[in-house]
């Protein structure tokens, strides 16, 4: 966060060339700011900031967050999902007292999102983009920034664990129903599928995502 108070300046010749010092974050007016779609998370104890000799408040704090998300899983695991975080500040109207404004372009927060980003794990960030707009409530305006992050699956694990064996276990199956053995051992093996497919239902059912309105077509009899 970065904002300007015009009232914190000084001339640094007069103060044996101190340009900038660090304060408490109580020590002069924060902007206040809140994630709408937080659940959950933990609060930063850094708690201090940067004052600059022309009146520039510099403050960095590290937050860990969990947010709400909306997902839709129908083609999953290949599926890309869009999560927004919305920051905003509902104590001081957009048009008279506070405006936020990014500071950097998505194209340069996205390159440091990624350098920070883990490479191992289930997903893969793709995008990010920022809308910035006012929005109306208890007739005022409101100053909101939201991140628009776009984060794509990595469906290998699912492919090897439930894809692969799901379709050996119907190609293995129609290979015997059709096959020139007797009756009595095509009974035995279907029922061994049978017995095989409950179980990968069962890894299928834990696997999948339930947060979402429509099934997985993988997951949709």
């Avoid at 909306?70 to 048009?95: G, R």
């Avoid at 920022?130 to 992050?149: H, P």
């Avoid at 059709?178 to 093996?189: A, D, M, T």
């Amino acid at each position: 966060q970065e904002w300007q108070n015009p009232f914190a300046t000084w001339d640094p010749q007069d103060f044996c060339n101190i340009s900038e010092i660090v304060l408490p974050m109580d020590t002069y007016w924060s902007p206040p700011i809140f994630i709408l779609e937080r659940v959950s998370g933990q609060n930063p104890e850094l708690n201090y900031m940067v004052l600059m000799h022309n009146g520039s408040f510099n403050s960095t704090r590290p937050f860990q967050v969990t947010l709400t998300c909306s997902l839709i899983i129908l083609k999953f695991p290949f599926d890309t999902q869009t999560c927004n975080l919305s920051v905003a500040s509902f104590l001081y109207p957009a048009v008279t007292d506070f405006v936020m404004k990014m500071r950097r372009t998505p194209a340069e927060i996205m390159q440091h999102s990624q350098n920070l980003l883990l490479t191992d794990g289930e997903w893969k960030f793709t995008n990010l983009s920022i809308v910035e707009f006012t929005e109306a409530l208890d007739d005022k305006e409101y100053s909101v920034v939201t991140y628009m992050i776009s984060m794509q699956r990595r469906p290998t694990l699912y492919i090897l664990n439930l894809i692969l064996p799901t379709c050996a276990l119907y190609l293995l199956d129609m290979a015997v129903l059709f096959g020139p053995s007797s009756l009595e051992e095509k009974i035995n093996f279907q029922i061994a599928i049978i017995l095989g497919s409950s179980m990968l239902a069962v890894i299928l059912n834990n696997s999948l995502p339930t947060s979402s309105n429509k099934p997985p077509i993988i997951g949709t009899p």
